[in-house]
């Protein structure tokens, strides 16, 4: 059974940087392509970034600059570095992530979602 595991929230002071990751577990398959969604209270999920199978990565503006995901294939890790954070990033992140070979057209495995991990900016 596929799982995924996230790390890496907490508070922190406006400024600062955290460092999300998402551990998936249980599948054969490495991560194909994924992306971070975020949740405020009251707020629409949005996807913040994401990267595809080749390698390409997309921001929302807000983050733009400040946040950057990554791959590593080897411990089936996906990563959000988020750097000079400030209160408007206060929310619950989710990864999402699609399984398989990243030379094939498609994956095999696709939807799978962490549990989300809280991160709070404020001083």
């Known amino acids: 059974q596929v799982h995924l595991a996230e790390f890496g929230g907490g508070l922190v002071q406006p400024g600062g940087s955290l460092r999300l990751s998402c551990e998936v577990s249980?599948?054969?398959?490495?991560?194909?392509?994924g992306g971070w969604h975020r949740q405020a209270p009251g707020k629409q999920r949005e996807l913040v970034a994401s990267?595809?199978?080749?390698?390409?990565?997309n921001y929302v503006d807000s983050v733009k600059g400040r946040f950057t995901i990554s791959r590593d294939n080897a411990k089936n890790t996906m990563s959000l570095q988020m750097n000079n954070l400030n209160p408007e990033d206060t929310a619950v992140y989710y990864c999402?992530?699609?399984?398989?070979?990243?030379?094939?057209?498609?994956?095999?495995?696709?939807?799978?979602w962490g549990q989300g991990t809280q991160v709070t900016v404020s001083s």
């Open positions: 990267i595809t199978n080749g390698g390409s990565t």
């Open positions: 249980g599948s054969i398959f490495s991560i194909y392509a």
């Open positions: 999402n992530v699609d399984l398989g070979p990243t030379a094939w057209e498609t994956p095999v495995e696709s939807g799978y």
